[in-house]
């Protein structure tokens, strides 16, 4: 595939796109709203603008240590913080108010990524993780604007599926990036291995090692008394299909677990999908938008946003979803910082050096199905020496890879014009 027949495949696809916000919307209101922005009609920004793109809320929880230091060095600019869906858009909103600009980003099609690029004018832009657009790319590099993506990460499954479908594209694509700052060795040689530039190619560090979260106390205490002093066991971040083998799993086991599960999915649109699926299998499930104390229920449902790190707080022992399923698993490190006992399953290639570091420091248990989970949940929740272990590991491990921020912000001076 080259630029010009990705282009063609985008502007026939565009009206399935809009069509799909369109049903999406029907369902989560958000996703019908602002669709203007996306199609590049944003207002003119006159100031200096230093553009940091976080596809969703994982992406910008971990962009917030770069875009705090942002915020601190140059306040000669302002921030834009561009996401893909309203679960981004709300959580910068909700962290930082008016101290940053928000756009959702744009449809990667040269009609509309020059007007966007036109109208905000960064001058510099920084993308997290995982984000090849060439038609963006192909823009940032026509205007002669730095560009750089950071965190990055490329899977062994990802690079397969770019050397398959689009090698030549990706190569041209990622050679017109200024610098490509990889999260591990392993990633910066896959983004060699698919055509990037050596000299583009620096392994800084993982910045989510940087975060130092933590809880809000009033929030935390407001929980507590929700549990009516049970333990806890937090599933974070769960998708379809992991629900119902945790059910299915705690039914098996229900006598053996003294402990209240709180479970939050991955997904807002999901909340009531989860919770029927609990009333279905005769589990005594409550919402925490109910605000009622969890006396004789099994199962709270954390339909509440902005609130997983006072889950984290609460907990006794946190399993990390989307790694029953092959979602490969979410950001190990936040339960990690506050030295909370992590289980994950077998999907993790999305956190692959994380969760082997992690297993190796004996800072995490990993399981292969639902059964095995809730065998290590009783283990851990009869054995406080073990979890506490366990947890202290953990965030000593965290501590031990800061550092990439520094990194960042070095290469980010070098490039921004003076």
């Known amino acids: 595939m080259n630029q010009t027949l990705y282009n063609l495949i985008g502007y026939l696809l565009l009206p399935i796109m809009l069509l799909r916000f369109f ?52 306040p000669q600019y302002k921030i834009l913080v561009t996401s893909t869906t309203p679960t981004g858009s709300q959580a910068i909103r909700d962290t930082y108010q008016d101290k940053v600009l928000h756009y959702y980003f744009p449809f990667d099609l040269p009609l509309i990524v020059n007007r966007y690029v036109k109208k905000i004018n960064p001058k510099i832009c920084i993308l997290l993780e995982t984000e090849i657009w060439p038609s963006l790319y192909h823009t940032l590099h026509k205007n002669n604007i730095p560009s750089l993506l950071v965190n990055a990460r490329l899977s062994p499954r990802s690079l397969e599926k770019y050397q398959k479908f689009a090698p030549k594209l990706a190569q041209q694509t990622l050679n017109k990036l200024n610098v490509i700052a990889t999260q591990n060795r392993n990633s910066a040689q896959r983004f060699i291995t698919l055509g990037a530039s050596k000299d583009k190619v620096i392994m800084a560090g993982n910045i989510k090692f940087e975060l130092n979260p933590t809880a809000n106390q009033a929030i935390s205490k407001q929980l507590n008394a929700l549990t009516d002093k049970r333990k806890v066991v937090v599933f974070a971040s769960t998708h379809k299909g992991e629900e119902a083998q945790i059910i299915e799993a705690y039914g098996k086991q229900k006598n053996k677990i003294d402990a209240l599960l709180i479970i939050i999915p991955r997904h807002p649109e999901r909340f009531n999908e989860v919770y029927k699926l609990a009333q279905k299998h005769k589990i005594n499930i409550i919402k925490r938008s109910d605000n009622q104390i969890c006396d004789h229920c099994d199962i709270l449902l954390g339909d509440s946003m902005g609130e997983m790190m006072n889950y984290f707080d609460i907990a006794n022992v946190v399993f990390m979803g989307g790694s029953l399923v092959k979602t490969g698993g979410h950001n190990m490190l936040e339960p990690a910082a506050l030295a909370k006992p992590i289980i994950f399953g077998t999907y993790v290639f999305n956190f692959a050096e994380i969760s082997t570091d992690l297993l190796n420091q004996n800072a995490a248990i990993q399981v292969q199905n639902a059964d095995e989970l809730f065998v290590e949940i009783t283990r851990l929740l009869t054995h406080d020496n073990t979890a506490e272990s366990l947890g202290n590991n953990a965030q000593q491990y965290l501590q031990s890879k800061q550092g990439a921020t520094d990194k960042l912000m070095q290469k980010i001076t070098s490039l921004l014009p003076q």
């Open 23 to 74: 049903f999406k919307g029907l369902t989560t209101p958000a996703y019908g709203k602002r669709i203007g922005e996306r199609l590049g009609f944003v207002d003119i920004i006159p100031e200096g603008i230093i553009w940091v793109h976080c596809v969703s809320v994982g992406e910008f929880r971990a962009a917030t240590v770069l875009i705090d230091a942002l915020i601190k060095q140059y």
